[in-house]
């Protein structure tokens, strides 16, 4: 892995914890530096500052400035309109709500990369992983931030490993997808023929959308 790529200077220049906190900077610029020329479409799940107008989208910016050519879309279930400028735009709205997000997808007209750092409820990342997912562009990368929330009681989390309502749980048992020829009798589903492969870091899940080969 390359270490203190530009994309991890570009979140030090804006003050996104994407790097100097989580340390995801690195990782993302791995899989996403194939992209950064290309006229992409991003969404990103959250956009900070809670409910203050006028705070977060520190990693907007920081989206923008790595895609110069890209066009970074998010939402939040705040009004973040104020921070809105060329390349950037902000939809009032909840990551749960398959309707809100079929209604983002069609305004945005295309859709190559998620970043979930929303409300890390795992009912929550679930839901929009279900609905976003099949959206992505057939090529598309999709990332949950923040996944230590998967063992959080407040968050829907839970100790039990077998608990497929949490959000690593859930990502764990499609892992099994992957190898579904070989095991007899797996229910096979679109997430089953459409994930190339899935790496897990700490604290975060990195998905690729693509027909396994």
């Known amino acids: 892995m390359i270490k203190n790529t530009i994309l991890s200077s570009l979140a030090t220049q804006h003050g996104t914890d994407k790097w100097n906190h989580h340390y995801y900077t690195d990782i993302y610029h791995h899989y996403l530096q194939?992209?950064?020329?290309?006229?992409?479409?991003?969404?990103?799940?959250?956009?900070?500052?809670?409910?203050?107008?006028?705070?977060?989208?520190?990693?907007?910016?920081?989206?923008?400035?790595?895609?110069?050519?890209?066009?970074?879309?998010?939402?939040?279930?705040?009004?973040?309109?104020k921070l809105q400028e060329d390349r950037i735009a902000i939809l009032q709205g909840s990551q749960n709500d398959a309707d809100f997000l079929q209604e983002v997808f069609n305004r945005m007209g295309g859709l190559h990369v998620v970043v979930d750092d929303g409300s890390h409820k795992c009912s929550d990342v679930i839901a929009s992983f279900q609905k976003l997912f099949p959206l992505l562009d057939e090529n598309g990368i999709y990332i949950i931030e923040d996944t230590e929330t998967s063992y959080w009681e407040s968050y829907g989390g839970s100790f039990d490993l077998n608990n497929p309502c949490t959000t690593k749980n859930f990502f764990i048992s499609l892992l099994h997808g992957l190898d579904h020829i070989t095991i007899p009798n797996f229910p096979v589903s679109y997430f089953t023929k459409n994930i190339k492969g899935m790496s897990f870091y700490r604290n975060l899940i990195i998905v690729q959308k693509g027909e396994p080969k």
């Open 34 to 81: 194939h992209l950064k020329n290309s006229s992409i479409k991003l969404l990103e799940i959250g956009v900070g500052g809670y409910e203050y107008p006028d705070r977060g989208g520190q990693s907007l910016k920081m989206w923008k400035d790595y895609f110069p050519h890209g066009q970074i879309w998010a939402i939040d279930i705040y009004d973040k309109s």
